[in-house]
């Protein structure tokens, strides 16, 4: 079966086509399979410049196993795979080696995440923990669907140099929404996000008991991919009214 690799990462079910000019690499991956989805790119890359473009698109990639190949799944082997598949779509620019850095990256792109079970992929799964244990905690005495269901995420995503930004995402929820930014640095493989939360108004049991309705939470997360931490900066019971 032709398949192609890079470091880690292994496109297996390849079709494509190559050309080599001069100092210049040029592909088109018409399609290929990774992480049980679909993988299609084109680019350019000059031996000489060590500079090169690439496109890439990507569909039904697997949530669980992307989560696992970025170091951010923290589940016994038993442990049921994650629902959902990501989408995504990027335009690079890559410079190798400038200025003594070994990857120089800009470009931009845009990444959703359909028919997923959000609280239960690793990083969301700690904020879900720890809201169920502090603000939503008086919440579940009165619904046992807890902090409800997230299945859609949308992000845009920009690159810049040894950073990778999210200047916004937004989710659905049943119950609770999310909403945030942040970043990530490759380079020092530090991230920071910032999220708020916000109750639904279609949920009845919150219009009944919450007024206005309002941002419900807003929380940090701060550290590294395999060793991150949430944190609360505003509760939902500072916000909301209970009058």
Not at 64 to 79: I, N, P, R
Request: charged share 20%; hydrophobic share 40%.
């Amino acid at each position: 079966t032709p398949q192609c690799s890079y470091r880690d990462i292994i496109a297996e079910q390849m079709t494509a086509n190559w050309a080599l000019s001069s100092n210049q690499v040029r592909w088109n991956v018409i399609q290929a399979s990774y992480l049980n989805g679909n993988l299609k790119t084109s680019g350019l890359y000059d031996l000489e410049s060590r500079a090169g473009n690439v496109l890439l698109i990507a569909d039904n990639i697997s949530l669980d196993q992307f989560s696992t190949k970025l170091g951010l799944a923290e589940k016994s082997e038993d442990a049921s795979p994650v629902p959902g598949v990501i989408h995504a779509e990027c335009r690079l620019d890559i410079l190798q080696g400038w200025a003594n850095r070994p990857f120089h990256v800009e470009g931009n792109g845009h990444l959703s995440v359909r028919n997923a079970e959000l609280w239960e992929v690793p990083l969301f799964s700690k904020l879900g923990n720890l809201l169920e244990l502090t603000t939503f905690n008086w919440l579940r005495q009165k619904q046992d669907s807890g902090l409800g269901k997230i299945t859609k995420l949308d992000a845009d995503l920009e690159f810049l140099g040894t950073r990778l930004v999210v200047p916004q995402f937004s989710t659905n929820g049943t119950i609770i929404a999310l909403s945030g930014e942040g970043e990530y640095s490759w380079e020092k493989d530090r991230l920071f996000f910032q999220v708020s939360g916000e109750a639904l108004k279609e949920v009845s049991i919150l219009s009944f008991v919450l007024k206005p309705l309002t941002w419900a939470f807003h929380a940090e997360l701060s550290g590294t991919r395999k060793k991150n931490e949430w944190k609360l900066r505003t509760a939902l019971r500072k916000i909301f009214s209970t009058d």
